[in-house]
């Protein structure tokens, strides 16, 4: 398992880098917040895990208000 998948692997998942930092940084609050991981890692902290969540599409990024 990667620990840092690379940005352009990361982007070809989403439209842009910057709706991937904004995905990223929904994520890792949630991740935060106690949501449940959704791949197994332990002493990670929340944004490397959301990154290799995005990265192995296990969240789906979804289009925010009518943009």
Excluded at 26 to 38: G, I, P, S, V
Excluded at 39 to 44: D, L, Q, T, V
């Amino acid at each position: 398992m990667m620990s840092f998948p690379s940005i352009d692997e990361l982007v070809k998942i989403v439209d842009t880098k910057y709706t991937l930092v904004t995905l990223v940084a929904m994520r890792a609050r949630e991740l935060t917040d106690n949501e449940a991981q959704l791949i197994r890692e332990k002493n990670k902290k929340a944004v490397t895990i959301a990154l290799e969540e995005i990265y192995e599409n296990k969240v789906e990024p979804k289009k925010i208000g009518n943009i």
